[in-house]
Nanobody, 115 residues
Framework: QVQLVESGGGLVQAGGSLTLSCAAS????????MGWHRQAPGKQRELVAR???????YYGEFVKGRFTTSRDNAKNTVYLQMNSLKPEDTAVYYC?????????WGQGTQVTVSS
């Protein structure tokens, strides 16, 4: 059974930091990229960050150096360090894992940034 277990969301004041983590288990094929998307109420889901197997990273334009993604291949875990958070970063953050044959999504973790 495939499981993506996310943790680290919560409530933080503007300017604060949070670290999200997502541990994937039960995926029998190879894992390619891992990353994060987010969806705010009334908006489309958008890419936050993505990291490939060799460590190449990609970020949404709105990140502007505030977030850093990393991964532990041995643990099939991806992280998202978020600094200088803004109220507009408030959203449900979803972990995404690109397997060899299909993609997998986590259940989402709420991040709320108060002004």
């Amino acid at each position: 059974q495939v499981q993506l277990v996310e943790s680290g969301g919560g409530l933080v004041q503007a300017g604060g930091s949070l670290t999200l983590s997502c541990a994937a288990s039960g995926i029998r094929s190879s894992i390619n990229a891992m990353g994060w998307h987010r969806q705010a109420p009334g908006k489309q889901r958008e890419l936050v960050a993505r990291i490939t197997t060799d460590g190449s990273t990609y970020y949404g334009e709105f990140v502007k150096g505030r977030f850093t993604t990393s991964r532990d291949n041995a643990k099939n875990t991806v992280y998202l360090q978020m600094n200088s958070l803004k109220p507009e970063d408030t959203a449900v953050y979803y972990c995404k894992v690109d397997g060899r044959y299909r993609d997998y999504w986590g259940q989402g973790t709420q991040v709320t940034v108060s002004s």
